[in-house]
């Protein structure tokens, strides 16, 4: 018994938050590269909103409910975009 609800639990909490992801970003210089990478992330499914914030080099990341977005996707579409990551924080 005491199995079966330890299963469920790990099978549950892992996924079934909204996420937000926080991903510092080096070389966005102008709204231009912002709006690229605004626009490369909304095409992604798994992503219910994104922001990119020009001063801070910040973008925030919510994913959909249940859903997530790793961190190699991550880097792998800003690195596409032609720029680098610096950190990626989830909370
Ligand atoms: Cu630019």
Known sequence: MKK???LSLCLLSPT??????????NGM?????????????????EVKDIKVDLDT??????????????????KEIITEAGYNVATIERK
């Open 16 to 25: 079934l938050y909204a996420k937000e992801i926080t991903v510092k970003v």
């Open 4 to 6: 079966i609800i330890m």
């Open 57 to 74: 080099k910040v973008v925030s990341i919510v994913t959909k409910d249940d859903k997530d977005l790793k961190d190699s996707k991550i």
């Open 29 to 45: 210089v102008c709204s231009m590269c912002a709006q690229g990478i605004q626009k490369k992330f909304s095409k992604i499914s």
